[in-house]
């Protein structure tokens, strides 16, 4: 999308430049969607000029709206432990985990995020994927 920032490099920290998503979707959107093929069906942007730097940020609607993508889950379990459970189960926070043509995959990067992610209780994990449907 114009206006958004550039991809940082592979395992800094993200920011919501949307690239990944354009790409191909999560885990949890390749389920929730069926496919895995990009761009993500609950790809978002917040509008134009808003970020400290006048981009664009894009955002996941799985994590801001998840009634619009599972509305019964969301009457079920609640949209807060889905949008909690949907943070986890996307990797945010994890950093950037998306490589662009060309960059390539530095091993201790790599064993970094994946050490992030998996350094997530599996009882938040298993409560995440409970909300979602997926246990």
């Not at 940020?57 to 009634?67: A, D, H, K, Q």
């Not at 619009?68 to 459970?85: F, H, I, Q």
Request: hydrophobic residues 40%; proline residues 7%; contains cysteine.
């Amino acid at each position: 999308m114009s206006g958004t920032p550039d991809k940082p490099p592979y395992g800094a920290a993200c920011n919501h430049c949307g690239q990944c998503c354009e790409a191909r979707l999560c885990p949890l959107g390749a389920i929730v969607f069926q496919r895995s093929d990009g761009p993500c069906p609950a790809l978002g942007y917040v509008g134009e000029g808003i970020g400290y730097d006048g981009e664009a940020r894009s955002t996941c609607g799985l994590i801001v709206n998840p009634r619009a993508y599972a509305p019964v889950l969301a009457a079920l379990n609640g949209v807060d432990a889905l949008s909690e459970g949907a943070k986890l189960l996307c990797g945010a926070g994890i950093g950037c985990d998306a490589l662009a043509d060309g960059e390539r995959e530095p091993a201790a990067t790599r064993d970094a995020i994946f050490a992030k992610a998996g350094a997530t209780p599996r009882v938040y994990v298993r409560r995440a994927k409970i909300s979602w449907g997926l246990l």
